[in-house]
């Protein structure tokens, strides 16, 4: 079996590739017709990237969840949709079929409703990876309710700033949540998150943990006195609201290279297409196939590709609750065999940190039902490929090497499973509809190529893609000098890349103040910012560096003259723990720095601009490629870093 809208072959790649540029809104009108709609379109597209203003299926009405559950209820609501395994292995694992996550999505939107949630209003979630968390995603996707799931390991003034800016009046969370030995509080977090909040009106908490936690009265209920409620009311089916196309389905924060991080908005119907339809084309999905995405829903790999393209394909998805190493580094191949799962899609970061353990935890697995595997979030260096290739996959198992980003919504560039040629390190072909071009920094094309024969500039894209941000939430303006004014007419990506003479890209990773560390994208400003709300820091300035497990490291320079300066028992070591606390409290433990350097001064143009290149150079240990520093107010700065480094 297979999709009406599956891609077979080469041939049939380059066939559905130029007629998505060709006529995109006559190819992306076939696809959809495929899906369930109370009325379809009367334009498939209509957009313009000056403003930006990008719509998709225009006038039409939908309901993500009833293409993601109702209609494959009839045919296979007996068929697994969700499979989900909690941290520790020795807890049982549970599986939720179509029917059963169907029900269940309907009571917890009935609780929703309850609770005074309507369509439009902004749910916040912040929850560990179990089922119902899925289930929360989905039950305010039903009654439309915009939600903006925010990652567990997200600090209380995070989720605050969050909350403020998405005026987000309800709060879904758990008592707390299970990671490798971890136990995490996230309810407790969430109390801090909301003192002095005027707007959260009810806050729903699942339990895990039993955690001891300090429920308000008037403001938090339990999650499963709730549900107790809905049963009593006898809800078993709760209508999904019929949505407009270009309603907006959720936010999701992510951080770019200034200020605070920015609300992405996705919208229902072009979202809902278009990631279903890179999901079955990239993995070559097949709908008895079992997905193991190992993201967390809290990033947009995991909106996507855990919940919602492989239940809008009638798929079954693996969603598993811990960590690769806990309790050892055998979890994901302990759990592929245990399930028989046929594609694995992972980070390497994480490919990487279990190359480390060597074989011993590979071995004694039998993996032999994995077909595909696939990568995302980073750029893979070809040890961690060929590890993968040759211990996962046995050499038998294409890799798709994934590009794409919480703006794109959906898989932009990558090989697509047993149908386009795969190479190590590179994300390869474009997907149908996405028309690249690689500029200078003037915005011109770039058509000469270099000494290898690549073409190499900064990544753009000319067309909109039906899974475009439409907006950042609450400040349009923002969406558009981010992302659209850079360029005259393009989508900038803020990534660079090379193409070679076959058309294929190797991304290089991100061109502006943004880290990639571990995959996950932070922004060298608000490392900055919260590394300068420490007491006794004057400034701060932080760029990456390559490092073997987590591809970027971060590296922060510090000016401090706080007391503990001076303190006899020599406390450079205290002062660093202190500015990491301060960092864990202001943004999490995501955005710690690795090394902190401790400097009287930092390099600055005349103009007062910080020189990141040097920085850049220094922290990844060039020190003989410093480049011009004449242009420096004191170049003498650049010698005392060099003699520092840590
Ligand atoms: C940035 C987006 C969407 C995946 C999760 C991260 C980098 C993503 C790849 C890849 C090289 C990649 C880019 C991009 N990135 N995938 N296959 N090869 N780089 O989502 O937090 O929105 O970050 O991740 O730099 O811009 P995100």
């Not at 916040?124 to 439309?144: D, K, N, Q, S, T």
């Not at 109390?191 to 909040?197: C, P, T």
């Not at 992972?346 to 990487?352: D, E, G, L, N, Q």
């Not at 690249?436 to 024969?453: A, F, K, P, R, S």
Request: contains cysteine; proline residues 4%.
């Amino acid at each position: 079996m297979s999709y009406p809208y599956q891609i077979k072959n080469l041939e049939g790649y380059h066939e559905a590739y130029q007629k998505s540029i060709q006529d995109p809104n006559t190819f992306w009108g076939e696809v959809a017709e495929h899906f369930t709609w109370h009325k379809k379109w009367d334009k498939v597209s209509d957009w313009n990237f000056k403003d930006p203003s990008i719509q998709w299926f225009v006038g039409g009405k939908l309901n993500i969840t009833e293409n993601c559950l109702d209609r494959h209820l009839a045919t296979m609501g007996d068929k697994p949709a969700i499979i989900w395994e909690p941290n520790d292995p020795a807890e049982e694992h549970h599986i939720l079929t179509y029917k059963q996550l169907h029900l269940k999505v309907c009571q917890f939107a009935q609780v929703l409703y309850n609770n005074g949630v309507k369509k439009g209003d902004r749910v916040c979630i912040y929850m560990g990876m179990i089922p119902e968390l899925a289930i929360a995603v989905l039950a305010c996707a039903r009654i439309g309710a915009i939600h903006s799931v925010i990652f567990g390991g997200f600090s209380a003034q995070s989720i605050a700033d969050r909350l403020d800016d998405a005026k987000a009046n309800f709060i879904i969370t758990c008592d707390g949540a299970f990671r490798g030995s971890k136990d995490i509080p996230l309810k407790s977090v969430i109390d801090d998150a909301l003192i002095g909040n005027k707007n959260i009106q009810r806050v729903i908490v699942c339990t895990r943990t039993r955690t001891a936690v300090s429920m308000l009265q008037g403001r938090d209920v339990w999650w499963e006195d709730e549900i107790k409620n809905v049963e009593a009311q006898g809800i078993q089916f709760v209508p999904a609201e019929v949505m407009d196309a270009e309603d907006p389905l959720f936010i999701l924060y992510t951080s770019g290279s200034t200020g605070k991080p920015k609300g992405v908005v996705h919208t229902v119907a072009g979202y809902m297409v278009y990631t279903n339809y890179t999901f079955v084309n990239t993995f070559n999905y097949n709908p008895d196939d079992l997905f193991f995405c190992t993201a967390d829903i809290g990033w947009i790999t995991g909106h996507s590709y855990i919940v919602y393209a492989p239940l809008c394909a009638g798929g079954t998805s693996m969603m598993f609750e811990g960590i690769p190493t806990f309790p050892d580094a055998g979890r994901f191949w302990d759990i592929i065999d245990k399930f028989k799962v046929n594609i694995l899609y992972t980070a390497p970061t994480a490919i990487r940190s279990l190359m480390g353990f060597g074989l011993g935890p590979v071995k004694g697995h039998d993996l032999s039902s994995l077909k595909v595997l696939g990568t995302v979030g980073e750029p893979i260096n070809e040890e961690a490929w060929n590890w993968y290739n040759e211990q996962i996959g046995k050499n038998k198992c294409p890799i798709v090497d994934t590009w794409f980003q919480t703006e794109t919504g959906g898989i932009m560039i990558s090989n697509m499973a047993g149908v386009t040629p795969g190479k190590a390190g590179w994300a390869t072909y474009p997907m149908p509809g996405i028309e690249l071009i690689l500029v200078d920094d003037q915005g011109v094309e770039i058509t000469t190529q270099d000494g290898e024969g690549m073409y190499r500039g900064n990544l753009c894209i000319k067309q909109a893609w039906p899974a475009a941000i439409r907006t950042t939430y609450g400040d349009h303006e923002r969406c558009r000098t981010n992302y659209f004014a850079t360029y005259n007419n393009l989508y900038f990506t803020g990534d660079g890349a090379f193409r070679n003479e076959a058309g294929q890209f190797r991304i290089t990773g991100r061109v502006d103040d943004v880290l990639n560390v571990s995959g996950h994208r932070i922004g060298t400003a608000e490392v900055e910012n919260a590394i300068n709300m420490h007491a006794g820091v004057v400034e701060s300035a932080v760029v990456g560096y390559p490092h073997d497990i987590k591809g970027q490291g971060i590296y922060a320079y510090v000016i401090y003259t706080g007391s503990h300066a001076q303190d006899s028992h020599g406390s450079a070591e205290m002062i660093r723990k202190d500015i990491l606390q301060t960092v864990t409290r202001i943004i999490g433990p995501i955005a710690k720095p690795d090394k902190i350097q401790f400097v009287a001064g930092l390099p600055k143009t005349r103009s007062g601009k910080i020189m990141r290149r040097i920085l850049r150079k220094v922290a990844e240990g060039e020190l003989n490629s410093l480049g011009d520093t004449s242009t420096l107010l004191d170049p003498a700065v650049v010698d005392e870093i060099v003699k520092g480094v840590v």
